[in-house]
DNA sequence: CATTTTCGATACGATACAGTTTCGTAAACT
DNA sequence: AGTTTACGAAACTGTATCGTATCGAAAATG
């Protein structure tokens, strides 16, 4: 009993329309911003009806959650043998995402709705940090195993620090060139540390 | 000749009004963001007619680039005589403009526009950040001759990189304790280093 | 074939906002 | 005094968007 296989009697809903109000959703989105699109935009875009994006969000911001939610790259672990060159491979990839308009724009989303609507961060931190935090993890497991970095110290905060310095260029520094060399310089400044001698911390 | 000292015929702009159209944008953009927020709104807000802010201002952009840069707080350049005390007091000050509704919607509106309307961003880099960054730079002077820090460090990288990791930290960690001690121990992250030893850079 | 549900298209009412104009009044000047 | 400009309030036009409803056609089930 309460099977799931179930099938509903009636035409289906269409899987291409779906994926079609889905994709022109993440192609509006990165260039206008959350405010400026419309629903009728999204349908025209998408080749699909007003009414068939309602019969399945309730409102833009479930849309656009869902749409987002799908964007699911693979996860790069860079594995070179040496901690230089991994952090090397995550700032190529993770220029990809940030220097994007959608990147962009779901980044001004979360800052904007931040204390109105926590949903969006909440999102984009357990669907996309999250797992990359962890991911980061291993890579700084290996430099530890091979004593590149000192063993206590704390990955989440490591990565936090590396995306804050990312999140930083790329609003500043939309120069996608200039940003990778200039990440480059600023995560060398972070893992070799400023102070000239090892001060007693606190 | 050509004095400016002319002084036109007629009643004079209000400089009352002007100040609480001002004061009232600033509120409201707090409030509810950019977008959300209409000339109608603020107009009541601050008591005024709407002719009289499309008098001083032709669209909404340039009264809200107006408002933001009349918000100038005095630049602190603490003096403690040790880099980490001074750090902390920035770290105080800066807890102040990044974590209120106001900040968090001036980042919000510089990243969701930067690559349509790169004004806002500029504005605020020449106006708020500029200046910063320079005050940091004498702190820093002084850590270096205290022998404190490498004398060749980039003050403007290490100003960025704690910028970077505060705006990270205000997104994703909104609360106020914590976050302070969570900045507190970035930078301490950043200023130590990570590395184990001096590893040859590049 | 009949039924059910979805499809895209279009029209619709409601609301919100932008930006302009008008109006009677107030504050400066000559 | 008279002139000039600014003031707040309100009305107004035009446009954009939302969310709903309606339509005939299409796709599935039985």
Do not use: C
Request: glycine share 4%.
């Amino acid at each position: 009993m309460n099977e799931i296989n179930k099938k509903p009697p009636g035409r289906p809903r269409s899987v291409q329309s779906h994926a079609a109000m889905l994709q022109a959703t993440l192609e509006i989105l990165g260039e206008v911003g959350f405010d400026a699109m419309s629903i009728d935009t999204i349908a025209a875009r998408a080749g699909v009806g007003k009414t068939t994006i309602y019969r399945r969000y309730a409102s833009k911001a479930e849309l656009v959650a869902d749409a987002i939610e799908r964007v699911r790259e693979e996860i790069v672990i860079p594995d070179t043998g040496r901690l230089e060159s991994d952090i090397d491979a995550l700032i190529q990839s993770a220029a990809q995402i940030t220097l994007s308009p959608l990147g962009r724009q779901t980044v001004a989303m979360i800052i904007s709705s931040a204390s109105s609507n926590p949903e969006f961060a909440k999102i984009y931190w357990t669907k996309y940090l999250q797992p990359r935090r962890q991911a980061f993890a291993v890579v700084l497991e290996r430099a530890k195993a091979r004593r590149e970095i000192q063993a206590d110290l704390d990955p989440g905060l490591v990565f936090d620090a590396m995306s804050g310095i990312m999140l930083y260029a790329s609003i500043f520094q939309p120069n996608p060139e200039s940003w990778t060399e200039y990440v480059r310089r600023a995560l060398n400044l972070l893992f070799k540390g400023a102070s000239s001698f090892d001060a007693e911390p606190r």
